[in-house]
């Protein structure tokens, strides 16, 4: 797997995280679990 490969795995669109958010927030995750994830 070339570099850019590996980076595509990782790198999304706003939209795409907006959904991702959207199904997290909907399975019941809270805001602040996900603001701890993302720190760490």
């Known amino acids: 797997m070339n570099p850019r490969e590996k980076l595509e795995e990782f790198i999304v669109t ?3 995280m907006q959904a991702i958010e959207r199904r ?3 399975a ?3 805001v602040a679990a996900l603001m701890e994830k993302l720190q760490g």
């Open 24 to 26: 997290m927030f909907a």
């Open 28 to 30: 019941g995750l809270p």
């Open 14 to 16: 706003a939209d795409q």
